[in-house]
């Protein structure tokens, strides 16, 4: 039972942070059956393959798409949870140093702000910031107070 509670626990962490299914074998190098492989073949056999060309290539490739993962969910925390911006169905990618923001924002400044954070923190060649001005959002906010406006 706790295996299959930590195999749950781990699911469901590659599926929020990095929108995958933790068991698909395109995310792994090497696959090793153990049940037909003893442990000193298995050993054998990864030291064999991780000094490849395609490895070393493939492992490169994949700590850059990570870095990029991260920087893209870091974004959404600043932006949702420690700025608190009005942002719905915000989503970001981060790919070749181009930064892409979307999603509705019942105001221009908070559009505004999330452009300036992308930029400070992720530091990207191009920042597109397809978050939309949507008064359908204001409006299901209960309207914008006048009073405050400045």
Do not use: M
Not at 99 to 124: F, K
């Amino acid at each position: 039972q706790a295996v299959l509670h930590l195999d749950g626990e781990r699911a469901g962490f590659h599926r929020f942070l990095f929108h995958v299914n933790w068991e698909s074998p395109d995310l792994y190098d090497l696959v090793i059956d153990t049940h037909l492989i003893s442990e000193a073949s298995a050993a054998a056999l990864i030291r064999s393959t991780l000094g490849t060309e395609e490895v070393v290539r493939k492992t490169a490739e994949a700590a850059r798409r990570l870095k990029n993962l991260y920087l893209a969910e870091k974004l959404v925390d600043i932006i949702l949870f420690e700025q608190k911006l009005p942002i719905r169905s915000l989503a970001i990618e981060v790919e070749n140093g181009t930064v892409r923001l979307r999603g509705l924002a019942q105001d221009n400044p908070s559009i505004e702000r999330c452009r300036e954070l992308a930029v400070g923190l992720a530091q990207p060649k191009t920042v597109i910031s397809e978050i939309a001005f949507s008064p359908r959002f204001v409006e299901l906010l209960g309207g914008i107070d006048r009073g405050s406006a400045g």
